[in-house]
């Protein structure tokens, strides 16, 4: 059998296959708050090793896009238990995500009395939606002083230990996409002078610093990072190629230190083989891929151990029995790109299921 759909054991990360369902925001959570509709959308997929949720934000300055779920009050805890309840009764583990947008936000999508932030107060290029004046230019972000930077990091363990008490397996920290954690990293958004600015050591601190604190209070096991090295995403400007290839290479190096569970790396084709194998060769733990793998290029990574899992994004989008389908080698559905975000069931419980 193909090792897709063998179990999974590496230290004490255990999954039933090889298959992760990489996170995708689709902004069903009205008012910010998991729900029913959500719970039937992951247990349908449940098919997969290990589910890693949509991105959900720490806190209410997080929230940059519209009907995006949190998970910082009492009210959401207890939408996500309905969540993890469902998808553990399928037999699969299940992450969640914590993305804080940062800069990539506007004030309408946030709730009342709260304004986007950042490392800096430099305005993202392009429009956001919203759901009150549809697309608008990102609101100008309000730079985090010491103290900001202090409450953003407790945000982020209190989301986690929230998140334990919601049920999850354990938490992925998106530093990927252009949200906060990927703007710390990037000296062109990043333009601070104090401790969190300047030097690789510098602007990755604000991520290791938030690992470590929430490995400390839920066990390193419990906690991923997704990364995307030399991405563009949400107006991240390019920076020296060598300055990329050895920020990531130190966060390997740290994370491996940390002894967190993985690494999850949103490839493009931008990122240089000596890029990857440095990471692969840095992070001891599990390395998940993720980005344009089919079935039998996902299943050549897992055979040559450049990766240990391999995740998919858009086939579970319209495959809600994306692994039986591949299994047993059935056509895939086409996904509806015009309901990928409005809310309601059309085009995120509906898709057809194989009826082999």
Not at 62 to 67: D, M
Not at 277 to 289: D, E, G, K, M, S
Request: charged share 20%; hydrophobic share 35%; aromatic share 8%.
């Amino acid at each position: 059998m193909k090792k897709l759909f063998l179990p999974f054991e590496k230290g004490t990360f255990r999954l039933k296959n090889h298959v992760v369902m990489a996170p995708m925001t689709r902004s069903r959570a009205i008012n910010n708050l998991p729900n029913e509709l959500m719970a039937t959308y992951y247990k349908q997929r449940s098919g997969a090793g290990l589910i890693v949720t949509e991105g959900t934000s720490p806190s209410p300055e997080g929230l940059g896009y519209p009907r995006i779920p949190g998970v910082f009050s009492d009210e959401q805890v207890e939408g996500w238990k309905a969540v993890t309840a469902a998808v553990h009764a399928g037999g699969s583990k299940i992450f969640l995500q914590l993305m804080h947008t940062g800069r990539i936000a506007h004030v309408d999508n946030l709730p009342e009395g709260y304004h986007p932030v950042g490392l800096s107060d430099i305005r993202a290029a392009g429009e956001i939606f919203t759901d009150t004046e549809g697309p608008q230019q990102h609101s100008v972000p309000v730079p985090l002083d010491a103290a900001g930077i202090a409450n953003l990091i407790n945000d982020f363990v209190k989301a986690a230990l929230n998140a334990m008490e919601a049920g999850f397996d354990g938490v992925e920290l998106h530093g990927a996409n252009g949200y906060i954690l990927e703007q710390s990293l990037n000296p062109h958004i990043n333009n601070r002078s104090d401790d969190f600015g300047g030097s690789i050591e510098n602007r990755s601190r604000l991520t290791l610093q938030i690992v470590e604190r929430i490995a400390g209070v839920i066990g390193a096991e419990k906690v991923g990072l997704r990364i995307s090295p030399y991405s563009t995403l949400s107006d991240m400007p390019v920076y020296n190629e060598e300055d990329v290839h050895e920020t990531y290479t130190y966060l390997a190096t740290e994370l491996n230190r940390l002894g967190i569970a993985y690494i999850h790396v949103s490839s493009n084709p931008g990122i240089p083989q000596k890029t990857h194998a440095a990471i692969r060769n840095a992070f001891f733990n599990t390395l998940i891929y993720c980005n344009g793998l089919t079935p039998e290029t996902a299943e050549e990574k897992l055979q040559d151990a450049s990766a240990d899992l391999v995740a998919f994004g858009r086939s579970f989008l319209a495959n809600p029995d994306f692994m039986r389908k591949m299994e047993i080698k059935a056509a895939l559905n086409e996904v509806d790109y015009m309901t990928l975000y409005t809310p309601g069931e059309q085009g995120y419980i509906d898709y057809p299921e194989s009826d082999d």
